[in-house]
Nanobody, 125 residues
Framework: QVQLLESGGGSVQAGGSLRLTCTVS????????LGWFRQAPGKEREGVAA????????YYVDSVKGRFTISRDNAMKTLYLQMNSLIPEDIAMYYC??????????????????WGQGTQVTVSE
């Protein structure tokens, strides 16, 4: 059973940065796909960034390309999301997710079977 625990959320001013951390436990290996998703009040959960463990190939939603970077630390079994140049549109609860099998759409929440509890990101103007 894969368990995910997020941390690193908080409140920053527009233009600031935050780094989210997701600690992966309960599995001897990194799941095949690891991703970051976000959900703002009244909106559907949105895929932000994902990583294919076998190749480290990243996937990003267009709205965060050039601002967010997904990465992992194999030794620490940790997934990161470095978020720079934050804007108010980035305000949301951010979730870490994992999938053990190949998925057709790495940024689709429906493809992931394991989820963390989430960490809140707030950006003020």
């Amino acid at each position: 059973q894969v368990q995910l625990l997020e941390s690193g959320g908080g409140s920053v001013q527009a233009g600031g940065s935050l780094r989210l951390t997701c600690t992966v436990s309960g599995s001897p290996y990194f799941p095949l796909y690891l991703g970051w998703f976000r959900q703002a009040p009244g909106k559907e959960r949105e895929g932000v960034a994902a990583l294919l463990s076998l190749s480290n190939s990243p996937y990003y939603v267009d709205s965060v390309k050039g601002r967010f970077t997904i990465s992992r630390d194999n030794a620490m079994k940790t997934l990161y999301l470095q978020m720079n140049s934050l804007i108010p549109e980035d305000i949301a609860m951010y979730y870490c997710a994992a999938a053990r099998a190949w998925v057709g759409s790495p940024l689709s929440a429906a493809e992931y079977e394991y989820w963390g509890q989430g960490t809140q990101v707030t950006v003020s103007e």
